[in-house]
């Protein structure tokens, strides 16, 4: 398991992954929260994607997402989602979306994936669902 997490960020261009303390909200054991920025395309999905497996063999089994600042997504970005959602099923786990973006809901509901993938207005609303 990763000791450190305030050192977690990941950067490629104008995409960001950055874990965040929430110190208001505690969240589950085994668990990572992190703030997405830019456009998760075909390069930046597949950074995204290395990232969250790693911490998965890690030992995470709780990944929290935040895409408030997220000005785009793509079917390879839905794609990591949907396969980290599919790994994190299988071990009794789960992924979270939070607090999208309108470009990134509008996307979501025009591919129907709002209604396989879990999301929550907010972090605390998301933690208290199991």
């Given amino acids: 398991?990763?000791?450190?997490?305030?050192?977690?960020?990941?950067?490629?261009?104008?995409?960001?992954?950055?874990v965040l303390h929430q110190r208001f909200?505690?969240?589950p054991e085994s668990s990572v929260y992190f703030e997405?920025?830019?456009?998760?395309?075909?390069?930046?999905?597949?950074?995204m994607k290395e990232n969250l497996e790693i911490l998965i063999s890690k030992g995470i089994n709780f990944i929290f997402l935040n895409f408030?600042?997220?000005?785009?997504?793509?079917?390879?970005?839905?794609?990591?989602?949907?396969?980290?959602?599919?790994?994190?099923?299988?071990?009794?786990?789960?992924i979270r979306i939070?607090?999208?973006s309108e470009k990134v809901r509008y996307v979501l509901e025009l591919t129907k994936l709002r209604s396989l993938l879990q999301i929550f207005p907010t972090l605390e609303q998301a933690v208290k669902t199991d």
Avoid: A
């Fill in 36 to 47: 997405l920025s830019g456009e998760i395309n075909l390069y930046n999905s597949q950074i």
């Fill in 68 to 94: 408030e600042q997220v000005s785009y997504i793509d079917s390879s970005g839905l794609g990591v989602c949907l396969g980290i959602h599919s790994k994190l099923m299988k071990q009794k786990g789960f």
């Fill in 1 to 18: 398991m990763i000791e450190n997490w305030s050192d977690y960020t990941v950067e490629s261009g104008d995409f960001k992954m950055e």
């Fill in 98 to 100: 939070i607090s999208p």
């Fill in 25 to 27: 909200v505690p969240l």
